[in-house]
């Protein structure tokens, strides 16, 4: 039995029309399969978590949607038993498509999903904040705090984005916010401290990120050593006293090249804590974590199996 965990909404209602294309093939080929569709944010965590707790035997869960879906599931699968993860990107973003190589071709994801001859044990991540009871939430891609969240915060409401992904220029809008987001960021200060041991303090941040992949916001390459499998956060810090100097970052980084040298401070760690001095905007992997100054990231290495 195959699992589907769908959101026909993704990118604009892209999601059901690759939704109709996976289903119309499942059929022709008499395959065995359920499905589940989203209707509102949270179903697809619900069903992730319904399809795994206390279950021991093992499962092939298979998102239909984009890197928020991916998210929503990651945050509700049980561990309970084997789970074998597969991805039919449909979103607007699909940084984890990118970063595994996955066909944009529908029909090629799914054949890999049916017949599988390669898995990868990947890492994700946990983002834990708040004051008095701790929230935690799981990531794939990346995590962050700042402008970069800022930008996922508004694109969560962005009628642009909406637009824009009807026209197949679903990038061009976390561009088109990234623009705006530069012109109204403001720095804090803070520090953080790798892996409890090495503590860094900044003047003037923008923005802080976490890694599991090399992108996050539809093919920003901020971190391009970070390794999915290493069991590491590869961490960007975004600190200077002149704000224009972010800007030839951003278009570095929106065509995945990196010619800034030592301007955007890297470091690797299994585990991070931030604290800035005022709260900022943070995402996980492009959904909302509201505003904060303190988090707590951590690497969890290999523990999820994905086809690719």
């Not at 589907?4 to 604009?12: A, G, L």
């Not at 597969?86 to 066909?103: E, F, K, M, V």
């Amino acid at each position: 039995m195959y699992y589907f965990i769908v959101n026909p909404h993704s990118k604009s209602g892209k999601g059901e029309k690759i939704w109709e294309k996976v289903e119309k093939m499942l059929n022709n080929w008499q395959i065995d399969y359920q499905c589940f569709r989203t209707e509102k944010p949270g179903d697809a965590k619900m069903f992730a978590r319904q399809l795994t707790e206390g279950i021991k035997e093992p499962k092939i869960i298979t998102a239909v949607g984009g890197d928020g879906t991916v998210n929503e599931i990651l945050d509700g699968l049980s561990f309970c038993g084997p789970i074998t993860f597969g991805y039919i990107p449909a979103g607007s973003g699909n940084d984890l498509a990118r970063s595994l190589r996955l066909p944009k071709s529908p029909k090629k994801c799914l054949k890999k999903i049916l017949y599988p001859k390669y898995h990868k044990q990947l890492d994700y991540g946990v983002i834990s904040y708040g004051e008095g009871v701790i929230k935690h939430r799981r990531f794939c891609v990346s995590s962050g705090i700042g402008m970069d969240a800022a930008v996922c915060h508004n694109l969560l409401y962005s009628r642009s984005k909406t637009v824009l992904n009807k026209l197949h220029a679903g990038r061009l809008a976390y561009a088109l916010v990234g623009a705006k987001q530069l012109l109204l960021a403001k720095s804090a200060k803070g520090y953080i401290l790798l892996d409890g041991i090495k503590k860094v303090e900044f003047n003037h941040i923008y923005f802080i990120a976490a890694h599991i992949h090399p992108y996050e916001g539809g093919g920003f390459k901020f971190a391009p050593k970070a390794d999915p499998s290493d069991g590491r956060l590869a961490i960007s810090v975004a600190s200077y006293a002149d704000k224009k100097k972010l800007l030839p970052i951003l278009v570095s980084a929106y065509f995945g090249q990196r010619k800034w040298g030592k301007s955007l401070k890297t470091y690797e760690c299994k585990e991070v804590r931030i604290h800035l001095e005022r709260p900022m905007a943070v995402h996980a992997d492009g959904e909302s974590c509201f505003c904060q100054d303190d988090l707590q990231i951590q690497c969890i290495e290999k523990k999820l199996r994905v086809i690719v």
